[in-house]
C-alpha cells in the first residue's frame, strides 16, 4: 500500500500572519498581574544600570538577568521592529540573547534567577499591544531558559514606569535617540574609564618613539578565540 507524503509545514514558527493567532500571543494587564511576577526592590536602581550599561534607543530593548539578590549579573540590549506585534518572534528574539549571555538554568527544580525588560518607545506610558506581546515572548522564553519571569518596564522619552505598578520616575540621560546598536554585558560593574594623564602619557611615547612595542600577554591573558560582540568585563561571580 502506498502512502502519498502530506504537506510538511514547520511546526516551530505560528503563522504570524493570522490575526488571531498573534492576539494569543499577547498578555493583558490583567493576565499579568495574575502570573506571580516577583516586585523589584529598587526598580531606579536598575533603570540607572540599564541606560549607563546600554543607553537605550528607540525601538530598544534590554533583558537583564538578576541573580537571588536582584544584583544584575548579565544584560544585553537589540533593537527589534514592532510594526506587526508578535510574541513569538519577540519570544525568539529574547531567548537568542539569554543564550549568548548566561547558561539555562533547566536543570533546576525553581528557577533561582530571574530575567526582566525593559522596553524603549515613544508615545505614553500606557499599555499597548506591542508591550502585550513583549510581555508574553519574555515570560514564554523564561520557561524555555529555566529563568524566572520578572518585571517589565517600559521607558520613553520623558519617563520610565512598572507595568502594573505605580512605581515610575524620569528616565535618565535625557531623551533617546532613534536607532540603536546591540550591546552584550556581563557583570553588574561599569568598565573603568582610562585617565587622562596616562592617555597623554602613552600619545606622548608614540609621537616620540614610534610606535609602542606591543606588551606580551601571559598565557593566561592570550585570547582563545576570535571576539563576539562588543561585552564589558564580569564584576562578579
Not at 511576577?37 to 538577568?65: C, F, K, M, Q
Not at 552584550?184 to 616620540?208: F, K, N, Q
Request: charged share 25%; hydrophobic share 40%; proline share 9%.
Amino acid at each position: 500500500m502506498d502512502f502519498a507524503d502530506a504537506p510538511r509545514t514547520p511546526a516551530s514558527r505560528p503563522a504570524s500572519a493570522d490575526p488571531a493567532a498573534r492576539w494569543s500571543r499577547v498578555l493583558e494587564p490583567a493576565e499579568w498581574a495574575t502570573a506571580g511576577i516577583p516586585l523589584l526592590r529598587n526598580p531606579r536602581e536598575l533603570v540607572n544600570g540599564v541606560h549607563d550599561r546600554h543607553s537605550p534607543a528607540l525601538a530598544t530593548a534590554v533583558v537583564a538577568v538578576l541573580d537571588p539578590d536582584q544584583r544584575v549579573r548579565a544584560s544585553a540590549s537589540f533593537t527589534l521592529a514592532a510594526a506587526d506585534p508578535d510574541g513569538w518572534r519577540f519570544r525568539h528574539a529574547l531567548l537568542v540573547h539569554l543564550r549568548r549571555i548566561v547558561p539555562h538554568d533547566l536543570r533546576l527544580r525553581i528557577p533561582v534567577r530571574t530575567a526582566v525588560l525593559v522596553y524603549c518607545r515613544a508615545g505614553e506610558l500606557r499599555w499597548t499591544e506591542t508591550d502585550g506581546a513583549w510581555m508574553w515572548g519574555l515570560r514564554d522564553a523564561c520557561t524555555l531558559h529555566g529563568l524566572r519571569c520578572g518585571a517589565y518596564l517600559m521607558m520613553n522619552g520623558e519617563r520610565w514606569q512598572v507595568l502594573g505598578e505605580e512605581r515610575g520616575g524620569r528616565r535618565p540621560g535625557g531623551r533617546p535617540k532613534p536607532g540603536g546598536r546591540a550591546v552584550v554585558a556581563a557583570g553588574g560593574e561599569r568598565p573603568r574609564a582610562v585617565p587622562e594623564t596616562a592617555r597623554r602619557r602613552s600619545s606622548a611615547r608614540r609621537s616620540a618613539g614610534g610606535a609602542e612595542r606591543p606588551r606580551r600577554l601571559p598565557e593566561s591573558e592570550a585570547p582563545t578565540g576570535s571576539r563576539g560582540p562588543r561585552s564589558i568585563a564580569a564584576g562578579g561571580s
